[in-house]
Structures are given as C-alpha cells and as structure tokens.
C-alpha cells in the first residue's frame, strides 16, 4: 500500500475556500465597525458643534444682535432672530415694572466648519431685552 503524506490537492483547495471566507467574515466586519466609528466621530463633532453655539448664544442679546456670525475656534456660527412677542416692560420678582423692556425671539443658529460644511442648525427661544430707563434711588423697584 501506497501511504502518501502531506496534503492532497482537495485538502488545500477546501483549506483556502474555508480561510478566504473566514477572511472575507471578518474583513466585512471589520468594515462595518469603520462605517459605525465615523458616524459617531461626526455625531460627537455636531453635537461639539451644538454645545459650543449654545454656550456662545448664552451672551447674545437678540434685542440688540437680531442677526450675526462669529468665528470660534473650528466652528462658525450664523443666527437670525425672529421677534415672536412684542417688546413689552418687565416685571421684577415683585410684580413691579423694571427697568427693563424684554421681548421673545426665535433665533434660527447655522453652525458650519471653516470650509463651510453644514455641523449643526437649529432653533433657539430666547429672551431680548432692553433697558428703557435708569434706575433712580426714589424708584421703587
């Protein structure tokens, strides 16, 4: 009898087919934890994008800044205020009239990157005011 040793031309052609396929599981695999790493790097870089207008805006007053843009860091920020409430005089704590006229706005924020690629766009309620009198030591505010 005729013992041979080694692999036999069928061995190594089921060996590849059964390592090409194993390869081509992990590969397709490994591509779709690509794919799912860049969306949640871009989620993570809007939503930086968001809280860095949000936290800018915080200092507008859309009273007296009903439309701007500003460049900070990598982002750009555009917004545009639209008066929902007529200015109307403000109240302290108390019930009594400030020195404050105050009005509601929604300011409508674009955030983009240098290149001018849209990050972000959304609405932002605020509040707008505007001092109508100074305060005098007989007022009683």
Do not use: C
Not at 29 to 53: D, P
């Amino acid at each position: 009898m005729n013992k041979s040793t080694g692999f036999t031309l069928l061995e190594a052609i089921v060996a590849l087919v059964l390592f090409s396929s194993t390869a081509m599981v992990l590969l397709d695999w490994l591509n779709t934890n690509l794919i799912t790493l860049k969306r949640i790097q871009e989620q993570h870089y809007r939503r930086e994008a968001t809280r860095t207008a949000l936290t800018f805006m915080e200092n507008i007053n859309p009273t007296a800044q009903p439309k701007g843009t500003a460049t900070l860091d990598t982002y750009h920020i555009e917004w545009q205020a639209e008066l929902l409430k007529e200015p109307r005089p403000g109240r302290n704590t108390v019930g009594n009239f400030s020195v404050f006229e105050i009005s509601l706005y929604d300011n409508h924020i674009t955030v983009k990157t240098p290149e001018h690629n849209l990050l972000a766009q959304f609405t932002l309620r605020q509040t707008g005011f505007k001092i109508i009198h100074q305060l005098n030591d007989d007022d009683d505010f």
